[in-house]
């Protein structure tokens, strides 16, 4: 079952770094934990550099291919800063909707266990055959 999602003010909110009210708690969980939790962070920080990249394509004077490859490459330093920061800021949003210091990393491991188990027992199996 998904928990109740907010509205699209609020998940704008959210998206640029905004608490959100306590009813929303679990879906935050949810939105950090659950099997497309990469693809979420990085529509998150698409929202954020949208903020940046519109001004910039209406406002600063020029031709429109210097101002398209500026905002092209602002915005492939910014998806390299939200990939190298993806658990930190994951896990700051967790701890915000009041959930304890490396949680969603847990839900998350516990969710692959199994999978993250089979894989070692694979492994052992291939190269450390006599173990």
């Not at 959100?20 to 939105?31: A, F, K, S």
């Not at 939200?82 to 959930?99: D, I, P, T």
Request: some cysteine; charged content about 20%.
């Amino acid at each position: 079952m998904t928990p109740r999602r907010p509205g699209v003010a609020r998940w704008l909110w959210y998206a640029l770094g905004g608490g959100l009210p306590p009813r929303y708690r679990t879906w935050v969980l949810h939105d950090a934990t659950c099997r497309t939790w990469q693809l979420r962070h990085f529509a998150r920080a698409f929202v954020q550099m949208s903020l940046v990249a519109v001004p910039v394509l209406l406002i600063v004077p020029g031709p429109l291919w210097i101002r398209l490859v500026g905002i092209l490459l602002g915005w492939l330093v910014a998806l390299q800063y939200a990939l190298f920061n993806m658990q930190e800021s994951v896990e700051h949003r967790v701890r915000k909707a009041g959930y304890p210091p490396g949680y969603a990393q847990a839900v998350r491991d516990d969710s692959t266990s199994d999978e993250r188990a089979a894989a070692a027992a694979r492994y052992a199996a291939r190269y450390r055959p006599g173990a």
